[in-house]
């Protein structure tokens, strides 16, 4: 009985051996995320679809989405943050909100620091119940579009910021990116980004559109990466994407979708993002429509 009971320890002990190697082996084939944040999909809801599109077809698509989603919406400067309270109140049981009260391409509606403080504080007075995150400054490196001095707009963004921490609200600022050989963003946050926001954003992100970049495509590790080291206390992810060429076809919007929805967490604090600019257009409604049900297929 005493050689059996031997025989028995040493088979028991060879199991648990290759049980420990074969899960080794497998931690090493199929690392953990490198980040620890729960992800953000998202996606982008402006003012184009006005009159084409119902606010009950777009909920509709949100609610049909496999995960709770987070929904940028962009404010146009024409309306106030009132006109805003429907859209958000009916967005806001399926969806996260990330309030834009100004997209870059309105920065310059907003001559001086008090006029943007003032459009911040009035959304936040209308629709801060319904918000998660507030967007308080927009691609701010886009001064070819902006056309204001880099000092100015950080001024304006920092003022927002303040105005939105004040309520113990969420912040994020999203930053353009184009090849460095054209442009380069690290060295315009390194010039122009104040370190309270360096240190205090709990977003940042990067927008990116190959169809404005000839296609490049950049080392999404390596920028990263940097980009966190230059906002260690953020969570950092893709601000903005989108197949927005005259030419882009359901084919290319799907591939350009599974490109960067299925992006690995490049960071410890990688929290995804990517905010599909043209979601309402592409995929509302949602039935029998080709390139929403990739994204929901993307997101299972």
């Known amino acids: 009985m005493a050689i059996k009971r031997k025989?028995?320890?040493?088979?028991?002990?060879?199991?648990?051996?290759?049980?420990?190697?074969?899960?080794?082996?497998?931690?090493?084939?199929?690392?953990?995320?490198?980040?620890?944040?729960p992800q953000i999909y998202g996606v982008t809801v402006d003012d184009t679809w006005d009159g084409e599109v119902s606010t009950k077809e777009i909920v509709k698509a949100l609610k049909a989405m496999p995960v709770r989603p987070t929904v940028r919406i962009v404010m146009s400067k024409e309306k106030s943050p009132k006109d805003y309270v429907p859209l958000f109140k009916k967005i806001a049981p399926v969806a996260d909100i990330m309030a834009q009260p100004v997209d870059s391409y309105d920065m310059k509606a907003y001559p001086n620091v008090s006029s943007y403080r003032q459009r911040f504080q009035e959304s936040l007075d209308c629709l801060s119940d319904y918000t998660t995150i507030w967007e308080v400054g927009n691609e701010v490196n886009g001064t070819d579009w902006i056309k204001q001095r880099p000092k100015l707009i950080m001024n304006k963004v920092e003022a927002?910021?303040?105005?939105?921490?004040?309520?113990?609200?969420?912040?994020?600022?999203?930053?353009?990116?184009?090849?460095?050989?054209?442009?380069?963003?690290?060295?315009?946050?390194?010039?122009?980004?104040?370190?309270?926001?360096?240190?205090?954003l709990d977003f940042s992100f990067i927008s990116y559109y190959e169809d404005d970049n000839k296609g490049y495509q950049p080392d999404w590790k390596s920028v990263f990466q940097v980009f966190q080291d230059k906002f260690p206390q953020s969570k950092v992810g893709m601000g903005e994407c989108g197949n927005t060429a005259d030419s882009a076809t359901t084919a290319s919007k799907i591939a350009m979708m599974r490109h960067y929805y299925r992006q690995p967490a490049y960071t410890e604090h990688y929290v995804g993002g990517y905010f599909w600019w043209n979601w309402v257009q592409d995929c509302v409604p949602y039935e029998n429509n080709r390139v929403s049900q990739e994204l929901n297929h993307i997101l299972k």
């Open 7 to 37: 025989k028995s320890l040493r088979w028991i002990a060879l199991f648990f051996g290759l049980a420990l190697i074969l899960g080794m082996l497998f931690l090493i084939w199929h690392p953990k995320s490198a980040s620890e944040e």
């Open 160 to 200: 927002a910021y303040e105005v939105v921490k004040e309520a113990n609200q969420q912040t994020a600022v999203t930053f353009y990116y184009e090849n460095p050989k054209d442009r380069d963003m690290m060295a315009w946050i390194d010039h122009h980004v104040p370190q309270k926001l360096r240190q205090g």
